[in-house]
């Protein structure tokens, strides 16, 4: 019984709701890469997960929706290390990083006006601008 990820202090998911299938990794590792299969690909059901709050889920669906099955798992692989446990400890880290990212909610951006002064600015610049073009036109029938 391996202990649950934790994600934060409030979120945890339980090994159970973990699933690890192995397949023969590609790469270096010489005949190794023939006889052992130590590339680790886990499977986790994002969207019916209990371990998740609700809010988290949505996001969680909401931005990694392209990298989700269609019955809503998450599917994610690790060959980098040439042993199995390496590679197990590298996709719970995969994992923990993805669910890291949608824990806090985004901040809501509140529209903002400009300032009396940025607004004067920005006129007296275009004045001079338009100026300094009006003084390169040649003299002429107006």
């Known amino acids: 019984m391996n202990p649950p990820l934790e994600i934060t202090s409030t979120i ?11 397949a023969r990794s590609s790469g270096p ?10 590339k ?3 499977h986790f059901a994002v969207a019916t997960s209990p371990s998740l709050p609700e809010p988290v889920r949505a996001r969680f669906l909401s931005r990694y929706a392209s990298r ?19 590679n197990i400890t ?11 990212s949608v824990v806090t909610p985004p901040k809501r951006r509140r529209p903002t006006k400009p300032t009396a002064g940025s607004r004067q ?9 338009s100026e300094k073009k ?6 002429g029938n107006d």
Not at 69 to 80: A, R
Not at 90 to 95: E, T, V
Not at 121 to 129: D, F, M, N, Y
């Open 68 to 86: 989700l099955t269609t019955e809503g798992e998450l599917v994610i692989t690790s060959q980098k290390h040439r042993d199995q446990p390496r």
């Open 40 to 42: 680790a690909v886990l």
């Open 121 to 129: 600015r920005r006129l007296t610049s275009k004045r001079q601008q």
């Open 90 to 100: 590298d996709c719970l880290d995969k994992l923990r990083e993805l669910v890291q």
């Open 134 to 139: 009006q003084q390169r036109r040649p003299p």
């Open 29 to 38: 590792g010489g005949q190794n890469v023939n006889k052992v299969s130590s």
């Open 12 to 22: 945890r998911i339980p090994s159970e709701e973990l699933r690890f299938t192995f």
